[in-house]
């Protein structure tokens, strides 16, 4: 009982004594870090509409207890995460006088700024992550003094210069530097001692030169990615392979040649092996790659390789075990791999690009899995078998660029992805493809053999994005529902086909075109007014139609149009825009060439077309022109909302998967992304005449422009404001009414290398200006009334002569015509013959008569006048004449006592 009553009473100073310690332990925040947080976000920028952790901080709060904060039991802060916080600007000083902090986390947000020089202080760091915050610049070598490191990401920001050394960090295990700017050799040195290092990613950079070999003799790495840089040379043997803990390689996207080396065939534990887009070559035996009993992806695409996938019969079933991921496209493939119909779990095939003929097997379409099929580039002619009915999962399915007949599949309720163009397909049903197809955002029929009218079941494809009917023979008018589609729409291709009628005005309020293709056909009417809806637009091509109509202006508040073609047309009037204030100052191609536009080309239009001056040599930036199908895309939450549509096939990958890492998967899925599959970046093509010929530009290239306005009625001088788009490297002005001297400012356009200013009136001689761009490899001048010799010791003189024909005043090569002193005409000489008052006198031109009459006179008139000149002179003819020709038989005889010689007469 005693026992009892000393209990009760010590008790309530227990509870007391216990809620001492956890207020102790619960709420220790240091004073002074609470204010080195305050005072941090007192001074950053950040969106407080979107913050979810910083907009909650304030004063009267425990500062261990707010969003992002971890204090260890001494209270002061050792984990600090503001990712996604939409933070921009510039870190401040006080972060880095948290001498304690062990993790740091500032991903995702929009610093567009250099890395502070004092991380360096923090180094009791353990944890850094800046990956996609908008760093920039060089990165400086002391981030290696944070020699307490063990995960390092700055991967997906704009860090630039050469890779600094991390051979003090002795604690790294994952180092993340992928999809940066870093640039130039990677010694061996920078990773030695790194004995720890289980994870590098150095991928999609621009490092050079030989593969770091001390690399693959780090013992604990398990995860090395070096995928898209300019490494090249050979690659060394793995020392010890088979002791390795090597389970991913990525090497992709380089230059490396020569063979590849027998020991990765070694690494016992590889479950990822990707060596695509390089230049390695030799013979690859499928066999001995089979027998790695964990690869469930390999990828040896793109390579000079040829690849022998026979196995001999017994070891094809046990062969791959664990294989789900193959990609074998441009790998010289004849057939298809036999050993593949064992493998029931395979979810990506790419066997593009190969010589494969003859049908598509039957039993491609039995796996359970597949998702991804790209049998594209070959010369496959049919199907094995019937296709209907089918129950597969398939997403993509790519079959374009083959000799594929008849009706086309559409049993693929699952698809998100099916590419038909470029075969001789010439039926599929409309309907299944419109109904039965709820997912479908890429639908690609062109260059086939459909023909009749377009079928609205298309409009019922709720979520497709592109759709590409482009040269077939389909006719009748475009549906209108189509035009209305335009608010989901980012791609319309019917160009090439038998459409006719009115091009329907009802593009959406919302419309969302980036490209826009009707070219080839033979409509008629106006350019709609509701085009202008079309705000994202960046290429538009209406060519080849009947259209009449004026110079659409009303276009000139898509900021983001990059291509305007409006060739072969029966457009009409001045292109001159009123109230025009900086339209277009995106345009890179303008193509108005074969219609009836009139007037002089107004100053003010042209020097609004701002991307044709970018400069390239002062920094001016190219790329290739592309295009989202969504925007904001993320490849992996589009997957998982795809996958989702059918949760059947999500529980069948994700039991397929469970056994693999998470960082393969994302990987992998980055990649199939980057390979075209769900949602790619579209590359827009376009036909233009360049050089003379009809170019298909497959991919634009931004640095690729052009200007034509030939075959119209544009008159006047040709303007100096056209000499300021220096970015041109297209310019073709003929068969109009130009006059005038061609400006000498021409030269200007350094980067030309088509010029046409054929059939026009143009006067003067050729600019030597001209003469001396360096780019031009097609030249025509013919057909004007240029003078002169054509500039002498320039590229010019090699081109033919008929780039020069019918300039009855110019000479020199390569004209036939010389320049010779009687048949020069000089721009003066020229402008005094045909000036319009008649009154100057061509002084050049009379320079041999007036030199010829007055140096005559100078000599004859005193023979005629003076006896003494009259007697020297003919006896000095005499005298010549007897030493020449003495046969002649002078005599000599006195007359009025002066001595004569003369000839001897005939007796």
Request: charged share 15%; net charge neutral.
């Amino acid at each position: 009982m005693t026992m009892i009553l000393l209990w009760l009473l010590f008790l309530p100073f227990c509870l007391i004594n216990l809620s001492i310690n956890t207020v102790l332990v619960t709420s220790l925040c240091v004073g002074n870090q609470q204010s080195l947080l305050l005072q941090m976000k007192k001074n950053l920028i950040f969106k407080s509409t979107k913050s979810q952790k910083l907009v909650h901080w304030n004063q009267s709060d425990d500062c261990c207890e707010w969003y992002g904060v971890t204090c260890n039991n001494k209270g002061h802060v050792i984990t600090l995460d503001l990712s996604n916080e939409f933070i921009s600007g510039q870190l401040q000083s006080s972060l880095f006088n948290l001498k304690h902090l062990e993790n740091l986390n500032l991903a995702y947000n929009e610093f567009h700024s250099e890395i502070h020089s004092e991380f360096q202080n923090l180094n009791n760091l353990k944890y850094l992550n800046l990956s996609n915050a908008g760093f920039q610049g060089k990165l400086p070598n002391s981030i290696s003094d944070l020699t307490q490191l063990v995960h390092l990401d700055l991967s997906f920001n704009n860090f630039t210069g050469p890779l600094p050394s991390f051979n003090r960090s002795k604690s790294l295990k994952v180092l993340s530097l992928n999809h940066n700017n870093f640039k130039g050799l990677v010694p061996s040195t920078h990773f030695e001692g790194l004995i720890n290092l289980m994870s590098i990613d150095l991928g999609d950079n621009s490092l050079e030169g030989n593969f770091p070999s001390s690399l693959f003799r780090l013992q604990s790495l398990q995860i090395l990615m070096l995928y898209y840089n300019k490494f090249d040379g050979h690659l060394e043997e793995i020392p010890n392979a088979s002791l390795s803990l090597l389970e991913m390689v990525d090497l992709s996207g380089n230059n490396f040649e020569g063979p590849i080396p027998l020991s990765i065939f070694k690494l016992k534990r590889l479950l990822l092996l990707q060596l695509s887009k390089n230049k390695f070559n030799g013979t690859i035996q499928l066999d001995v790659i089979g027998r790695l009993q964990n690869l469930s992806t390999l990828d040896l695409a793109h390579n000079n390789l040829f690849v022998d996938a026979s196995i001999r019969h017994e070891h094809e079933a046990s062969s791959f075990p664990n294989l789900k991921r193959l990609w074998l496209a441009s790998c010289n493939l004849s057939a298809f791999p036999e050993f593949l119909k064992y493998k029931s779990s395979m979810q990506f095939l790419d066997l593009s690009s190969n010589h494969i003929s003859g049908p598509i097997p039957n039993w491609i379409w039995s796996f359970d899995y597949m998702v991804i099929l790209n049998v594209s580039y070959n010369f496959l002619t049919d199907f094995e078998g019937p296709i209907h009915n089918l129950s597969s999962n398939l997403l993509k399915l790519d079959l374009h660029s083959n000799k594929l007949k008849g009706h086309a599949p559409t049993s693929f309720k699952n698809a998100i992805y099916l590419d038909y163009s470029s075969n001789r397909f010439n039926s599929i049903n409309f309907t299944e493809i419109g109904g039965h197809t709820p997912f479908l955002y890429f639908l690609s029929l062109s260059n086939n053999s459909f023909n009749g009218r377009i079928h609205e079941s298309f409009c019922n494809i709720s979520g497709l994005r592109a759709l590409d009917l482009s040269h077939n023979s389909f006719n009748g008018s475009i549906p209108i529902c189509l035009t209305r589609m335009s608010s989901t729409l980012r791609l319309l291709d019917l160009g090439g086909n038998q459409l006719n009628g009115y091009v329907s005005d009802t593009f959406s309020t919302s419309c969302s075109l980036r490209f826009l293709d009707l070219s080839g056909n033979h409509l008629r009417g106006t350019i709609p007014k509701s085009l202008a809806n079309c705000k994202h637009l960046q290429v538009l091509d209406l060519g080849k139609n009947q259209l009449t109509d004026g110079f659409p202006c009303f276009l000139n508040n898509i900021s983001s149009l990059k291509v305007m073609v409006l060739r072969t047309n029966k457009l009409h009037g001045n292109i001159e825009c009123p109230n025009n204030i900086g339209p277009w100052e995106t345009l890179q191609i303008v193509d108005l060439a074969a219609n009836n536009f009139s007037g002089i080309l107004p100053a003010k239009l042209l020097q609004s077309w701002q991307a044709l001056m970018i400069d390239e040599d002062k920094g001016g930036k190219f790329g290739h022109l592309y295009f989202n199908l969504y925007d904001d895309f993320n490849p992996l939450n589009f997957m998982a909302a795809i996958v989702d549509l059918n949760i059947e096939l999500q529980m069948k990958l994700a039991k397929l998967n469970a056994a693999e890492p998470p960082f393969l998967i994302d990987h992998i899925v980055s990649h199939i992304f980057e390979e075209g599959v769900g949602l790619r970046s579209y590359e827009d093509s376009v036909t233009i005449v360049n050089k003379g010929h009809q170019l298909n530009l497959v991919k634009i290239l931004i640095a690729f422009t052009s200007l034509d306005l030939s075959s119209n009625h544009f008159e006047g001088p040709i303007p100096e404001e056209l000499m300021s788009l220096t970015a041109l490297h297209a310019l073709n002005l003929s068969q109009n009414g130009f006059s005038g001297r061609i400006p000498s400012s021409l030269g200007n356009l350094k980067h030309l290398e088509s010029l046409d200013l054929s059939v026009n009136s143009l006067s003067g001689e050729i600019p030597i200006e001209v003469a001396r761009l360096s780019f031009l490899s097609v030249v025509n001048l013919s057909c004007n009334d240029l003078v002169g010799r054509i500039p002498t010791g320039t590229q010019i003189q090699s081109f033919e002569a008929d780039s020069f024909k019918d300039n009855e005043g110019l000479c020199g090569p390569p004209l036939t015509q010389n320049c010779s002193s009687e048949k020069r005409l000089s721009q003066e000489a020229y402008e005094t013959a045909y000036s319009d008052d008649g009154s100057s006198v061509d002084w050049n031109f009379l320079s041999v008569e007036l030199g010829l009459t007055f140096g005559l006179g100078i000599f004859i008139l005193p023979l005629i006048y003076l006896k003494r000149w009259r007697i020297w002179y003919w006896k000095k003819v005499d005298d010549m004449l007897c030493r020449i020709v003495p046969q002649l038989g002078f005599v000599y005889e006195n007359r009025r006592g002066e001595k004569h010689r003369i000839l001897r007469r005939k007796k």
